[in-house]
């Protein structure tokens, strides 16, 4: 968006050089409005025509035509920030913003049919309803100025001596004139009232609607958002920021790990406690006992994780007779097709042995009788099976615990939020950190935004006093003489005198400072409108950017009229100034001769 200034060169084009004065009042007027905070600030400095404010305004002559520039540049900043869906609004802006340029260029033509368009207009966009925030904000900045331009043409009116009120009368009903404006200004602050109170009415609903879907995000916005509003240094500030990111997702990653840890012995245990239970099941069996091989080709994935995760003689000794079952010798071929045989001879009466005892009897009696290496590797696997469960059982209590310390540290003791973590899929934490990322990245750009917004206004203000010591001696030293010797100096260059000179030079300096100050501007309102648009940022740290940097002073602030200091020092002063523009603001730049600049000035050179 264009600052003012630019607007007014781009609107006023070459008269701009010539109407300097105006558009410095305009600087005045934004400046003002900066620093005020109420509607009874503008009642107060525009009481009368003997406030400082109102004096102030015509310190270079353009009160009038400078209220005017403003108002217009205000409407069109509204008609840039609108969306296209408010048409009847940007058309009556349009209107007034062409009417304004009207009044400006000739402010006798059609005076009574302006007035009375201005005021209808005016009385349609008080009366527009909308329940959009971004465009309440909007139109109560445009009405305030509203507010201030009719509180500040009923004081100019005020002030007017009686034969020029009657001078008036006789082109226009100067009288219905202060009854409009009267009545407009009453509306404009019962408008303006009302829009204040929709917007604190909308703000305690969204306070209420984010508290009441508290997310997981929102609770870690906000440790940051506290520990960046600390009370510190910005360097500790964001250091402990930084620290704070990082140790969060360590934390996350960590938890997310024991997690998939936990699920994965959970897996395990329901495995190889199913592989327990078919080998009892077998074992329990009168008829149909499964072979080993058979029991492993139906439990296969649970005889896979144990080998896995299992060491140790135990396994080694069953992986031996487990490969003697899959390839076995001559001998065992043989000794193993003779119990098969036996066993299956015997199979009738085995069937009667188990349906006639115990479970527990027949356990001992297989004790005191030689087993068969099938017997002996169902055995050996139901041994290391189940040592391997205990193991299982015992590394889930421990990664429980782990988790509980990783949730207790991420909740700093909150137990809604220890309650949100503890139910949050690993997907939502995984996406918390992704957003945590996006986060440190926000802050960055924010620490990179602010830290070159600081350091060129630490330029600026300090070249406030170099400002109005230019702008001084212009108004002290630049009469007829000067104009004189300039257009001689058209013709032959020796006319041209050595305060004629000083005096291009000033300007032309002057004129690199305001640039710097346009530039400034634009960089805070694009920084401003980065900042404001960033999602990862709370609007606690959003108020902050724009509460420190959201306000820029003209280099018109506080100007106060002065003798002119000389030509010799005032030539040093613009060397030295010119020098630090060039030389990248390097302290190196600065003649030790000059003492013209405050100390302020120094101070801030050094600091570069």
């Known amino acids: 968006m264009l600052t003012k200034r630019e607007r007014f060169e781009q609107w006023r084009g070459t008269e701009a050089r010539n109407e300097q004065g105006i558009i410095d009042t305009v600087a005045i007027i934004e400046d003002y409005f ?26 270079y002559g353009g009160r009038s035509f400078g209220a005017v520039a403003f108002c217009r540049f205000v409407i069109e900043e509204s008609i840039e920030l609108l969306p296209d869906t408010a048409s009847d609004e940007i058309h009556l802006l349009k209107e007034l913003r062409t009417i304004l340029g009207e009044l400006y260029d000739n402010p006798r033509k059609n005076v009574v049919n302006n007035a009375n368009i201005l005021i209808g207009h ?13 465009q309440l904000k909007q139109f109560r900045s445009l009405f305030v100025c509203f507010f201030y331009t009719l509180k500040l043409l009923k004081t100019g009116i005020d002030n007017l001596s009686d034969w020029k009120k009657i001078a008036i009368n006789a082109f226009i009903d100067l009288d219905k004139i202060i009854l409009d404006v009267k009545g407009l200004t009453e509306l404009a602050e019962e408008k303006i009232r009302q829009i204040e109170r929709t917007l604190e009415q909308l703000d305690i609903e969204e306070a209420k609607t984010r508290a009441g879907k508290k ?21 500790k500030k964001f250091l402990n920021l930084h620290r704070c990111l ?95 045989g036996v066993s299956w001879v015997t199979s009738f009466l085995a069937v009667g042995y188990r349906l006639v005892t115990s479970n527990s009897f027949q356990d001992f009696i297989a004790k005191k009788i030689p087993s068969t290496l099938d017997a002996q590797c169902k055995s050996e696997l139901k041994l290391l099976a189940t040592e391997y469960l205990a193991d299982l059982k015992r590394q889930s209590i421990e990664v429980q615990n782990h988790i509980m310390v990783h949730e207790e540290h991420l909740s700093r003791g909150d137990a809604n939020l220890k309650k949100l973590i503890a139910h949050a899929s690993n997907e939502t934490l995984t996406q918390v950190l992704t957003a945590n990322h996006t986060v440190a990245e926000a802050f960055g750009e924010y620490r990179r935004i602010s830290f070159s917004l600081t350091q060129k206004h630490c330029f600026l203000t300090s070249l406030k006093e170099t400002h109005n010591l230019l702008c001084d001696f212009i108004q002290q030293h630049d ?20 305060t004629a000179v000083v005096i291009d030079r000033a300007r032309a300096l002057k004129q690199k400072l305001v640039n710097f100050e346009t530039e400034y501007r634009k960089e805070v309102h694009n ?18 950017f724009i509460n420190e940097f959201g306000t820029v002073k003209s280099l018109e602030s506080f100007r106060v009229i ?13 060397d030295n100034t010119t020098l630090f523009f060039n030389s990248g603001r390097k302290q190196g730049a600065l003649d030790k001769r000059v003492r013209v600049e405050s100390i302020t000035v120094t101070g801030a050179v050094l600091s570069f």
Do not use: C
């Open 122 to 134: 005016i009385q349609k966009l008080l009366a527009i309803k909308t329940e959009d925030m971004t």
């Open 246 to 340: 990082d140790e969060l997702s360590d934390r996350i990653n960590s938890l997310i790990a024991a997690r998939d840890v936990r699920q994965e012995i959970s897996e395990n245990i329901t495995k190889i406690q199913s592989l327990l239970n078919a080998l009892l099941k077998n074992e329990q069996r009168v008829t149909g006992r499964q072979y080993f091989l058979e029991l492993m080709n139906h439990s296969m994935d649970a005889f896979t994780v144990l080998m896995k995760h299992t060491n140790g003689i135990k396994k080694k000794q069953l992986v031996e007779k487990v490969n003697q079952l899959n390839d076995p010798g001559i001998l065992q071929n043989i000794s193993s097709k003779l119990l098969y």
């Open 479 to 498: 009469g007829w003489m000067v104009k004189l010797s300039n257009f001689l100096a058209q013709f032959l260059t020796i006319f041209k005198s050595e």
């Open 215 to 235: 997310s997981l995000q929102d609770y870690f916005n906000e440790r940051f958002a506290a520990l960046f509003m600390a009370d510190e240094r910005e360097v």
């Open 34 to 59: 900066t620093s005020i905070d109420s509607l009874s600030s503008i009642k107060r400095d525009l009481a009368d025509h003997k406030t400082d404010h109102f004096l102030k305004l015509n310190v």
């Open 527 to 544: 920084g401003v409108i980065a900042i404001q648009n960033n999602p990862h940022l709370t609007k606690t740290v959003k108020d902050k």
């Open 562 to 574: 002065r003798p002119a200091i000389s030509k010799e020092d005032l030539d040093h002063l613009i």
